[in-house]
């Protein structure tokens, strides 16, 4: 895993819709610019190489995650929601965002997190320096949970570079604030 780059940031809503939010609710982004070993090469046929990076990447974000939210005094154990999204640059295919997150991402961040029975769901897209992800967030055991349903975006002002990929995390505490949609018959 070849990193140039890593970016962790918290996000804690205190206050929305003029109330206070108790306790405040919590997202942490975590993305890395790491540099696409497939990237300026004709259709490569076996992506394993970039499977096995998912893995790792992974391992390192979900790491720097839970880092910032015990700063904020967040077990591993409360976190409530999941994401994640990659960006490939111009030199590089969008099979290969698939291949970094779908095969092996997963297990990594369940494992850190204690669980995590549902997808953990993801967007992908192919784009240069600056560009933006915005990840979909869902709750880690039933994507149907409608409150952790949320989303969280990221960029970096250099990243994607051409030879890179920007991979990214969300992980969520408390859902949206106020959450208060309901299934039709609940």
Avoid at 23 to 49: F, I, S, Y
Avoid at 134 to 162: H, L, Q, S, Y
């Amino acid at each position: 895993m070849d990193i140039r780059t890593v970016t962790v940031s918290l996000i804690e809503v205190h206050r929305e819709g003029g109330t206070t939010v108790a306790p405040p609710t919590r997202k942490v982004v975590a993305a890395a610019a790491v540099r696409n070993p497939l990237a300026g090469r004709p259709l490569v046929a076996d992506l394993a190489e970039l499977e096995v990076l998912g893995a790792d990447v992974a391992g390192y974000l979900v790491t720097r995650a839970l880092e910032v939210l015990a700063s904020a005094g967040i077990a591993p154990d409360e976190v409530r929601g999941y994401g994640k999204g990659a960006i490939v640059g111009t030199d590089g295919e969008l099979e290969h965002t698939a291949a970094v997150l779908h095969p092996r991402f997963g297990a990594p961040v369940r494992a850190a997190i204690g669980g995590g029975a549902d997808i953990i769901p993801g967007t992908k897209k192919v784009a240069g320096p600056g560009a933006t992800i915005t990840m979909p967030i869902g709750n880690k055991d039933d994507r149907w949970v409608f409150d952790d349903m949320d989303a969280a975006e990221t960029t970096m002002p250099d990243a994607p570079r051409a030879d890179e990929i920007l991979i990214a995390l969300v992980l969520s505490t408390g859902g949206r604030p106020h959450a208060r949609v309901k299934k039709p018959g609940s």
